[in-house]
């Protein structure tokens, strides 16, 4: 029967000893990383099986601000931990060197990756809106408001274009296309005045 070594797969047959713990943590790492990715290309699985298994709580929504020991730092710890030590192993250095070595790299890129995902969360908008912004803007009647009734208007907030409901001031219609200013709010409701 053949026999099946993951190390010999990926070209490190010959390790042993301190190398073996090295290795280990990479290929751990490495696997981990390349899972994780994948699942997270197919749809967002990740989170869900991940969370199963493991029992962790993967928390992949825009507002997860880093934590030291979140899913994604851990496997980048493995990950260069084990590179790093292997490196400084396979170029002569000894256990030590290597051990002090594979730590500050997996650091590096534990810290390295909290940022970066401090990042992602920096780079996210809040879309809401609050209607006291809205008053004073001018804009344009988009739906005829009728005399009395309620119709809906566009205006300009934080600069964007936005459709709010809304209602004469003086309780008169406004037609579709005329210019409009607001000039208070009511409930959800925009009160504007032909301008």
């Known amino acids: 029967m053949v026999e099946?070594?993951?190390?010999?797969?990926?070209?490190?047959?010959?390790?042993?000893g301190i190398d073996m713990l090295f290795a280990s943590s990479?290929?751990?790492?490495?696997?981990?990383?390349?899972?994780?990715?994948?699942?997270?290309?197919?749809?967002?699985?990740?989170?869900?099986?991940?969370?199963?298994?493991?029992g962790i709580d993967v928390d992949m929504g825009a507002d997860a601000s880093f934590k030291a020991l979140t899913f994604q730092g851990i496997m980048a710890f493995l990950m260069f931990f084990g590179l790093a030590g292997l490196y400084v192993t396979k170029s002569g250095?000894?256990?030590?060197?290597?051990?002090?070595?594979?730590?500050i790299a997996g650091g590096a890129s534990m810290y390295f990756t909290g940022k970066l995902f401090e990042l992602f969360v920096n780079?996210?908008?809040d879309g809401t809106v609050e209607l006291t912004e809205a008053i004073g803007s001018k804009g344009q009647v988009y739906l005829r408001i009728s005399e009395?009734?309620?119709?809906q208007?566009?205006?300009?907030?934080?600069?964007?274009?936005?459709?709010?409901?809304?209602?004469?001031?003086?309780?008169?219609g406004i037609a579709t296309g005329d210019f409009i200013e607001v000039v208070d709010i009511i409930g959800e409701v925009l009160v504007v005045k032909r301008i």
């Open 4 to 16: 099946f070594s993951l190390f010999e797969l990926v070209g490190l047959g010959d390790v042993s």
């Open 123 to 125: 780079l996210q908008q």
């Open 26 to 54: 990479a290929l751990i790492g490495g696997i981990l990383f390349v899972l994780y990715f994948f699942l997270l290309m197919i749809g967002g699985i990740a989170t869900d099986i991940f969370d199963g298994l493991f």
């Open 93 to 103: 250095g000894g256990a030590s060197p290597a051990i002090l070595a594979g730590a």
């Open 153 to 172: 208007v566009t205006v300009e907030v934080n600069e964007a274009q936005r459709t709010f409901n809304a209602k004469s001031e003086d309780g008169a």
């Open 148 to 151: 009395d009734g309620v119709g």
